[in-house]
């Protein structure tokens, strides 16, 4: 899992090009948008970007929340590796954020995490 600043996270009101470039940094396919005390307010993930380019949305303009996924699937830190491969797996998803049982986000993991530490 990744954690603190190694997962990148932007504020509600903040440019989609902005979020874009902070996802990049990140290197976990993600941005989790979150509010002042951290807690979880939606997602935007590389798929959610490529389907904006298919509707043609205008990502020059605009905040990042008005196109992030709202209430993301999350899990939690106690639970194991194993069962985020398998909550992955049922969703069709490739990242998830980890959160505390505030909603507030204290880490991330994607597959390649998940290979690095020969989960799968």
């Not at 490529?50 to 996924?69: C, N, P, T, V």
Request: charged residues 25%; hydrophobic residues 45%; aromatic residues 2%.
């Amino acid at each position: 899992m990744r954690a603190g600043d190694k997962v990148p996270k932007v504020m509600p009101g903040t440019g989609v090009t902005e979020a874009i470039i902070a996802m990049s940094r990140g290197g976990l396919g993600l941005v989790a948008i979150i509010d002042a005390a951290g807690k979880t307010l939606g997602i935007f993930t590389d798929g959610d970007l490529r389907r904006a380019f298919e509707k043609r949305i205008d990502l020059q303009q605009g905040a990042i929340d008005s196109i992030m996924h709202p209430n993301p699937h999350t899990i939690g830190p106690d639970r194991l590796a194993v069962e985020a491969v398998e909550m992955m797996e049922r969703l069709r998803i490739n990242a998830l954020l980890v959160t505390d049982a505030d909603g507030c986000v204290v880490g991330a993991l994607n597959m390649h995490d998940l290979f690095t530490a020969k989960v799968i």
